[in-house]
């Protein structure tokens, strides 16, 4: 179905002119939603209600225009900087971790209810995370969801309140919300499953029975966003709400089914799995997030350092003290001495003439121009440009894997990884590093610097960035990288070596990988920063490699 702003979406998306004239109108929309904050999570919502439904952006874009679903998240960071981070992860809550989910795991009906919960402005969750499961678990979740093969339906259940749904976004407002539950058919655990499921009957509706939802509290930023926790009290579901595009439930047998298998000898794709697929183009569009973010405050920072004077000292001047003293009155000196007398030390009497202090000074270059943040802007400047090389390298092969329907190859996957770990922890040490530089002005609303608490969403947001550096460092002991660096080997074999003179005293594995953990963090980011730059030189080359054949 075509959006209701064109008349054809496919000539659309394929016509540069016209993606030109969708993101005039998109910034447009987004001036106009934020021109004014939102005054609380209800209006925040309404907003993105009104923007849904405005079809500027589809579901199906993640797949059919990918350029344009990431371009959509950088354009929406930069309009609502100054608003804070609620809004833009609403929005990819909304698009990626909602609807993507459903694009990926559910049949052709349930991928085409997307549309209609669009164009009725209806908003969606993403239920994964609990008390006891959460990105540091292994995402092992409790909540089940139990087939009856008699009753031809399941129950949803939460069989404990350490096993309630905490921290879902847009879980107070949502219609309808996909789970994550552990899915039992006679009596045998078949992991965890997406279920899509009705919160409300409409829009704003009363919650359904026996589903309770409660807000997590307020936040140091983003509280335009509504963080819900969910409970569910045996709530009935019909087999249409499982997402059963690759594994389900044979209704007339009541036996599970597997309805795509692993090929070229890969194995089955669990359910679980292809969730996380979803936690791919959110790293990334976390990680460009993270990373418009801190240009964002970076550039908003050295505008005003510019303008900012400072004072410098004068050498013309330098012998203004005596002339100033001369200046001073006999009463002034008097007062001096007396002051002197009775605190046994030189102090500025208040009636010293102030240009016995200041005559010696003159107007000095901006603030910007202190030496110390003068280079920390250099510094700054030079990673954006590498990474900001490498998340369009980055983006660009993955859109083109998404098109393609492809499974992301482990190259890919690394360099997504990378992605996220890099510029989200990029971001966070030069936003603390510039704060040190700027003075009060740090502490004042309206820098940006009042909603820096973002970056540590994005740091655990769409996969820990610790689990994802443990992860590459385990990699990369167990399969060395076949072009290593010399900084990568040195770090690998440092890692190796520790870990093999801890299990020679008899400490287990775990124990020595929970040992060396400076080791294994410190070989993750040389592997990471290795990455970055392996990919902008492959693509330099690419380029360069172009550019000869087009002389040709």
């Not at 993640?62 to 929406?76: D, G, I, K, S, Y």
């Not at 350490?162 to 949502?174: C, E, F, N």
Request: charged share 30%; with cysteine.
């Amino acid at each position: 179905m075509s959006s209701p702003l064109f008349e054809d979406d496919d000539d659309f998306n394929n016509n540069n002119n016209q993606n030109s004239r969708w993101q005039r109108l998109y910034e447009h929309k987004l001036e106009t939603l934020l021109k004014e904050p939102s005054v609380d999570y209800r209006h925040s919502a309404e907003k993105l209600s009104i923007l849904v439904k405005s079809g500027l952006l589809e579901f199906t874009d993640l797949t059919r225009n990918p350029e344009r679903f990431f371009l959509a998240h950088r354009l929406l960071v930069r309009k609502g900087f100054e608003q804070g981070p609620g809004f833009s992860i609403r929005f990819t809550v909304e698009y990626n971790l909602f609807g993507g989910t459903v694009l990926e795991l559910g049949n052709d009906r349930q991928r085409m209810s997307l549309q209609a919960m669009r164009e009725r402005g209806e908003l969606g969750c993403f239920a994964l995370t609990e008390k006891l499961a959460g990105v540091n678990s292994g995402l092992i979740v409790q909540t089940t969801c139990t087939w009856s093969q008699r009753e031809k339906r399941f129950t949803l259940q939460t069989p404990s309140e350490s096993a309630r749904k905490i921290w879902i976004s847009q879980g107070l407002v949502a219609t309808r919300a996909v789970v994550i539950a552990e899915l039992i058919v006679r009596g045998r655990n078949h992991g965890p499953h997406a279920f899509l499921v009705n919160m409300r009957k409409q829009r704003l509706g009363p919650l359904i029975p026996n589903i309770k939802v409660g807000d997590m509290g307020d936040k140091t930023t983003g509280n335009d966003l509504d963080n819900a926790w969910i409970e569910f009290n045996s709530v009935k579901l019909p087999y249409s709400a499982l997402l059963d595009r690759h594994d389900g439930i044979d209704v007339r047998t009541g036996a599970y089914v597997q309805k795509s298998a692993g090929t070229n000898n890969e194995r089955h794709l669990t359910n679980m799995d292809r969730i996380g697929q979803r936690l791919y183009t959110g790293r990334v569009a976390v990680a460009q997030g993270a990373h418009e973010f801190r240009k964002r405050l970076f550039h908003k920072t050295k505008a005003f350092a510019d303008q900012k004077e400072t004072w410098g000292f004068s050498e013309k001047n330098n012998g203004a003290r005596e002339n100033a003293a001369d200046i001073a009155s006999s009463s002034s000196a008097a007062a001096a001495s007396a002051t002197n007398k009775r605190f046994g030390a030189r102090r500025r009497s208040k009636y010293e003439p102030i240009a016995a202090v200041t005559a010696m000074h003159e107007r000095g270059p901006p603030l910007s121009q202190v030496p110390q943040l003068r280079q920390l802007f250099i510094v700054a400047k030079e990673q954006e440009m590498k990474m900001d090389a490498f998340l369009v390298n980055v983006e660009r092969k993955l859109c083109a894997s998404l098109r393609k329907k492809e499974r992301a190859s482990k190259a890919l996957v690394e360099a997504i990884a990378a992605a996220k770990i890099l510029a989200v922890e990029d971001a966070i040490d030069l936003t603390h590093r510039l704060r040190q530089e700027t003075g009060s002005y740090a502490l004042m609303a309206h820098t940006g610097f009042e909603h820096s608490d973002f970056l540590i969403c994005c740091k655990f947001a769409e996969g820990d960035s610790r689990i994802l550096e443990l992860k590459l460092a385990r990699d990369r002991v167990k399969t060395p990288n076949v072009n290593e660096r010399e900084s990568e080997r040195v770090a690998r074999e440092k890692l190796v070596e520790g870990l093999r003179a801890d299990q020679t005293q008899g400490m287990t594995i775990q124990k020595a990988w929970r040992r060396r953990w400076r080791e294994a963090y410190d070989l993750a980011e040389i592997a990471a920063r290795a990455i970055v730059d392996d990919w902008n030189e492959q693509s330099d080359a690419e380029h360069n490699a172009g550019q000869i054949l087009s002389r040709l």
